[in-house]
């Protein structure tokens, strides 16, 4: 699965823009996300809306993905990759994937977070009966740099700011 998140970092009208950004990406609607705790010098309360995001599945995950890796010349760092198997990067203007400027809705960057997960993950994760996955088939980061290769014919860096 893929995960949009826009953090504005304020709620208001910079944050019902950013909710839109999202829609017009993904076709879907965005979920509000709010403060965990009050943070006076940032000027954000607990509870407060703070931030929008998104989970996107299937093609249109991986279309979006592509979208975003182009972007990034598909290059990302070893540091981009979780223990989990999982990654994430972050592009600083969404027009860069293909969105239409509107001087309405300004400019906004996103975070993009890749899940990755193998047949039989969802025995960790359903309600009932829950177990834990095998040793031997968790995802490293090693399997996952390995997919992202494969796949996109991705480049990954040494650890280095890009």
């Not at 407060?48 to 598909?74: D, F, M, N, Q, S």
């Not at 968790?138 to 494969?150: G, I, S």
């Amino acid at each position: 699965k893929l995960c949009l998140n826009i953090c504005v970092g304020e709620s208001g009208d910079r944050l019902t823009r950013a909710a839109k950004v999202l829609e017009q990406l993904t076709g879907q609607q965005p979920v509000y996300s709010k403060a965990r705790y009050t943070v006076r010098s940032f000027g954000i309360r607990r509870n407060e809306k703070i931030a929008v995001h998104c989970t996107v599945r299937g093609p249109k995950a991986e279309e979006i993905l592509e979208r975003g890796l182009k972007v990034r010349e598909y290059e990302l760092r070893r540091d981009n990759f979780s223990q989990t198997g999982n990654f994430g990067f972050g592009i600083q203007e969404h027009i860069d994937l293909g969105i239409k400027y509107d001087p309405s809705i300004g400019i906004y960057g996103l975070d993009f977070y890749v899940v990755l997960g193998r047949p039989g993950y969802n025995v960790a994760q359903r309600r009932r009966k829950t177990g834990k996955i095998g040793f031997g088939h968790r995802l490293t980061k090693e399997d996952a740099m390995k997919w992202f290769q494969q796949k996109y014919d991705g480049i990954i860096l040494n650890s280095k700011k890009i």
